[in-house]
C-alpha cells in the first residue's frame, strides 16, 4: 500500500480543494489523480515534484513521509 494517500488527502481538504481542483492544476484527469490518491498509481517524478510545489511540500513529505528507506 502507497503511504502516500493520506497526506495526499489531507492535503487537499486542508486547502478545501476537490479532486477535480488539483487534477485540473496540474493538467491531469481528475480519475488519474483520484488513482494516486487512493494508492492504486504512483506518479512520475515530474508530477510528484508539481504537485510538492503545488502544496509547498517537499516531494519526500507528501510521497515518503511514512516510508523507512532501506539502507
Given at each position: 500500500m502507497n503511504q502516500h494517500r493520506a497526506?495526499?488527502?489531507q492535503l487537499r481538504i486542508t486547502?478545501?480543494?476537490f479532486q477535480k481542483?488539483?487534477?485540473s492544476l496540474l493538467g491531469?484527469?481528475?480519475s488519474y489523480y483520484s488513482s494516486i490518491e487512493r494508492g492504486m498509481r504512483n506518479p512520475t517524478l515530474n508530477l510528484a515534484k508539481k504537485t510538492a510545489d503545488l502544496f509547498g511540500e517537499s516531494?519526500?513529505?507528501i510521497f515518503y513521509h511514512n516510508t523507512k528507506l532501506e539502507e
Open positions: 497526506k495526499l488527502k486547502n478545501d480543494l481542483d488539483i487534477a491531469i484527469s481528475t516531494i519526500e513529505n
